[in-house]
């Protein structure tokens, strides 16, 4: 009795998973021909007027800015519009005041494999589009635009790759032309050479690159250098007080003005300045001056006439030295006993 009553249970058990599975996949089953939402919705159908679909089938779904809402339910030759496909879509009713007479159609992919889809663009202008309404479609295919500009592409690089192939160009003749490659070479080879210098803390920009001590000078140089810039700032010193203080700017001004109109003077040939700088005549009878101070000097240098004779004869100098020599005696003599030298003798008739 109590085995067949737990065979029982089991067997119902099984039964209840069997038929929520069924319930589950006939929901899965409803909601994927319903082209997402809930499959209880109301819908409504458009078309769409394409040139090219590209391999759409219907079952596609259709997206509304990137939410499916609906799926492709036939796809063929439009019967008033020749050489367009018409593309007829079931869509969710609640998406309908989004849809207008500004929307677009285009084709889509679901990704990789290249499975087509619709995509609509919402739009907020016009009106919306009713049940069997048409919807723009787009001119053409932008995936086959993009292979055709792969395409395009490709035979360009093909073009340029033949070009180079035949020498054409930096880079055919840096392939082909052996003296442009030994130049090439060379370059690289002291461009190494450089590099290893730089490396090498033995030259000047091996040691900028490698020397902590001179990067720690150049540090320390940069410091300085800012904490001059920060006194200049600050008004200390003559630069500060130059850059702070508009009363010395004020006479840096003036002096500059003064140094103009002097020099404006010497280029009119004001003053006597000015006229060295323009009368000839006066400038000749300078340099005449200079050529007479010269004669002069040339006649004390030969030791001519009494002056060049006390510079050159050291023998007249040394008698001039102590003539002087015993006239200075002879005065410290007088002060001492002027009556020695002064007498006064009166005599009378």
């Known amino acids: 009795m109590n085995r067949s009553k737990v065979l029982t249970w089991t067997e119902l058990r099984v039964g209840v998973v069997v038929v929520v599975s069924l319930l589950v996949l006939g929901a899965t089953i409803i909601y994927v021909g319903s082209g997402g939402g809930s499959?209880?919705?109301?819908?409504?159908?458009?078309?769409?007027?394409?040139?090219?679909?590209?391999?759409?089938?219907p079952g596609a779904p259709?997206?509304?800015?990137?939410?499916?809402v609906g799926t492709v339910t036939d796809v063929d030759f439009a019967p008033r519009a020749r050489g367009m496909v018409e593309v007829t879509l079931r869509l969710d009713r609640r998406v309908k005041e989004r849809i207008t007479t500004g929307s677009e159609a285009t084709l889509g992919s679901l990704g990789m494999l290249g499975e087509k889809a619709v995509d609509i663009s919402s739009s907020g202008e016009g009106l919306p589009l009713e049940d069997g309404g048409y919807l723009t479609g787009a001119a053409q295919d932008p995936f086959k635009g993009l292979l055709g500009d792969a395409s395009g592409s490709t035979a360009h690089l093909r073009r340029i790759l033949s070009r180079m192939d035949a020498g054409?160009?930096?880079i055919g003749k840096a392939l082909r032309d052996e003296e442009l490659y030994d130049r090439m070479t060379d370059v690289s080879v002291r461009l190494q050479r450089v590099m290893s210098k730089l490396e090498s803390p033995t030259g000047p920009l091996g040691r900028l690159v490698n020397d902590s001590d001179m990067s720690r000078?150049?540090?320390?140089?940069?410091?300085?250098?800012?904490?001059?810039v920060a006194r200049v700032e600050a008004g200390e010193g003559p630069l500060g007080a130059l850059s702070k203080d508009q009363e010395l700017v004020r006479d840096l001004k003036s002096l500059t003005g003064r140094l103009d109109d002097v020099a404006t003077g010497l280029q009119e040939?004001?003053?006597?300045?000015?006229?060295?700088?323009?009368?000839?005549a006066l400038y000749q009878r300078l340099d005449g001056l200079t050529s007479r101070l010269e004669s002069v000097l040339g006649r004390l240098e030969r030791g001519e006439g009494s002056a060049g004779r006390l510079v050159q004869d050291p023998q007249l100098y040394e008698n001039v030295n102590a003539a002087a020599?015993?006239?200075?005696?002879?005065l410290a003599d007088i002060r001492r006993d002027p009556r020695r030298y002064l007498r006064v003798k009166l005599s009378l008739f």
Not at 41 to 57: E, F, I, R
Request: net charge positive; hydrophobic share 35%.
């Open 39 to 57: 499959p209880w919705a109301k819908k409504y159908k458009l078309q769409a007027l394409m040139g090219d679909v590209n391999g759409l089938k």
């Open 62 to 68: 259709v997206r509304l800015g990137g939410v499916e």
């Open 168 to 170: 054409e160009g930096l």
């Open 217 to 228: 000078r150049l540090s320390s140089s940069v410091k300085g250098i800012e904490s001059i």
């Open 269 to 280: 040939g004001r003053g006597s300045a000015g006229r060295l700088l323009h009368d000839d």
């Open 325 to 330: 020599k015993d006239l200075s005696a002879l």
